[in-house]
């Protein structure tokens, strides 16, 4: 079958769900690429959106073994008609658990067709200088894994008639899915000594909890803990005031270290 356009659909506030979907991507060279770039607060409020040819990528980040849930409430404001999915998942080298089944199943009860699955490693969003976690990561090697399985991808695609053709897709994870837990109900901190007030900070938000008046404030309620403020701050003058976020961080970097690659999983043809 031909695959006349792509559609890379995601959320990803520190990008490296984005550098994997955009990789996979390239390597499956098709033109006429559309982005869904559903990390903005603005996407909440789409209209539904209806995919009704071509090939998706869809690519969430692993937040507690799950899906984050502001990613599942944007995804599901998609609409698809047996539109092929590659399902993608990019956790920080600790563990991804049942979040790849959670987006195949997502993914079909929006009408699309999982034909291929992956989960990626990307820097852990909780990762510093001082506490580096998957550090770098994806990184070349990872790179190169994407690309060549969007090109493996494309490769089985071109090879059939109709994705009736293949199996269905089996991934790792269990269903009832593992419980969220929220980490902690702590928000970045803005030291008011470093801070310039150039507003990056509320831009890279992805639920529009930090507002900048005479001063940056985030709202713990709404804060999902991304660290994109924290990444993105030019004097790095935001930081977790909380001693239990720093303490996460110390377990992740004592605990899971060592490093992991990605794991691809893809349909074979019946
Ligand atoms: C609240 C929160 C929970 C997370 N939970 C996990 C987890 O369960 N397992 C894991 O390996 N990484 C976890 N991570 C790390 C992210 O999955 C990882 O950094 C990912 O690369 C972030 O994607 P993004 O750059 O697209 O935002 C978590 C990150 C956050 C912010």
């Known amino acids: 079958m031909d695959i006349d356009s792509l559609k890379l659909v995601y959320f990803s506030p520190t990008r490296t769900t984005q550098e994997v979907v955009e990789n996979i ?7 006429g690429v559309e982005q ?14 209806e995919v009704t040819s071509g090939l998706a990528i869809i690519g969430s980040p692993v937040y507690g073994g799950r899906l984050p849930l502001e990613a599942v409430h944007r995804f599901q404001r998609l609409r698809a008609n047996d539109i092929p999915v590659v399902v993608v998942v990019v956790y920080g080298n600790r563990e991804y658990e049942d979040a790849l089944l959670e987006l195949k199943n997502l993914a ?17 969003s909780f990762s510093s200088n001082d506490i580096p976690i998957a550090k770098g ?7 190169k894994k994407a690309q060549e399985f969007g090109k493996k991808i494309r490769g089985l695609l071109y090879s059939i008639n109709s ?20 980490s902690s109900q702590a928000a970045p901190f803005t030291d008011e000594t470093l801070c310039t ?27 999902i803990r991304c660290c994109a403020c924290i990444k993105y701050c030019p004097p790095q003058a935001l930081y977790f005031s909380d001693p239990r976020m720093k303490r996460i961080a110390e377990w992740l970097y004592t605990n899971c270290s060592e490093r992991k690659e990605p794991e691809l999983y893809i349909s074979s043809k019946v």
């Open 163 to 182: 994705i009736s053709n293949l199996s269905p897709l089996q991934l790792p994870g269990n269903f009832p899915y593992k419980e969220w837990r929220e």
């Open 25 to 31: 991507a390239e390597g499956m060279q098709v033109d």
């Open 197 to 223: 007030k150039c507003g990056i900070c509320v831009t890279v938000c992805p639920t529009g909890s930090i507002t900048l008046n005479d001063a940056v404030q985030t709202d713990p309620d709404t804060c």
């Open 108 to 124: 079909e009860e929006l009408g699309f067709k999982p034909v291929a699955g992956g989960a990626f490693i990307g820097e852990h």
């Open 36 to 49: 869904y770039n559903f990390t903005t607060p603005e996407m909440e409020t789409l209209e539904y959106e």
């Open 137 to 143: 990561r994806p990184d070349l090697a990872d790179v």
